[in-house]
T-cell receptor
Framework: RKEVEQDPGPFNVPEGATVAFNCTYSNSASQSFFWYRQDCRKEPKLLMSVYSSGNEDGRFTAQLNRASQYISLLIRDSKLSDSATYLCVVRGFGNEKLTFGTGTRLTIIP | NAGVMQNPRHLVRRRGQEARLRCSPMKGHSHVYWYRQLPEEGLKFMVYLQKENIIDESGMPKERFSAEFPKEGPSILRIQQVVRGDSAAYFC???????????????FGSGTRLTVV
């Protein structure tokens, strides 16, 4: 079983729609959780950290369920510029290493 | 404040040659991480270094790959006798010293795309 699993997509979503991504992780000792986005042939960029209480940044909302080892990302009112691959990322306890999912590809259609 | 700088951006090597990838961390950052992204795959951790020390090399292939972060100068990822399977994007990231409650993710450089022909 992969340490971090994501639906690879692709998700093709009309502009303005709401889209949700899910991710599961296998190590219950994982401590920190993130969503990164990666544009084609570019470096990953931190989108947001994910907290147990849930957190929101503009149109983006992230949730963490430790009991189910499940992380989600919700994008509301999607824009063309949201087209990218979204990476679910987990950090272990006392460990500087990040473990990446393979990513979910999102395309926003005009 | 410049970000994480990697060079070269693109590197072409023939099979059997050596590849040297360089990474200069952000100013004030003492931790460097190398990741590799094979085509159509996610990023995989390779090695974590602090100045003059390798902290975690659990993701490094056992042969041909080495990394260093000297007291002065950039971190270097070195691949000897490259093979076609080494073709990938190699990303470097840096962070300041962090503890369990002060980790906010880290910033990646723009990567080096290695092509082995």
């Amino acid at each position: 079983r992969k340490e971090v699993e994501q639906d690879p997509g692709p998700f093709n979503v009309p502009e303005g729609a709401t889209v949700a991504f899910n991710c599961t992780y296998s190590n219950s000792a994982s401590q920190s959780f993130f969503w990164y986005r990666q544009d084609c042939r570019k470096e990953p960029k931190l989108l947001m950290s994910v907290y147990s209480s849930g957190n929101e940044d503009g149109r983006f909302t992230a949730q963490l369920n430790r009991a189910s080892q499940y992380i989600s990302l919700l994008i509301r009112d999607s824009k063309l510029s949201d087209s990218a691959t979204y990476l679910c990322v987990v950090r272990g306890f006392g460990n500087e290493k990040l473990t990446f999912g393979t990513g979910t590809r999102l395309t926003i259609i005009p | 404040n410049a970000g994480v700088m990697q060079n070269p951006r693109h590197l072409v090597r023939r099979r059997g040659q050596e590849a040297r990838l360089r990474c200069s961390p952000m100013k004030g950052h003492s931790h460097v991480y190398w990741y590799r992204q094979l085509p159509e795959e996610g990023l995989k951790f390779m090695v974590y270094l602090q100045k003059e020390n390798i902290i975690d090399e659990s993701g490094m292939p056992k042969e041909r790959f080495s990394a260093e972060f000297p007291k002065e100068g950039p971190s270097i990822l070195r691949i000897q006798q490259v093979v076609r399977g080494d073709s990938a994007a190699y990303f470097c990231a840096s962070s300041p010293a962090a503890g369990p409650t002060t980790f906010y993710g880290y910033t990646f450089g723009s990567g080096t795309r290695l092509t082995v022909v």
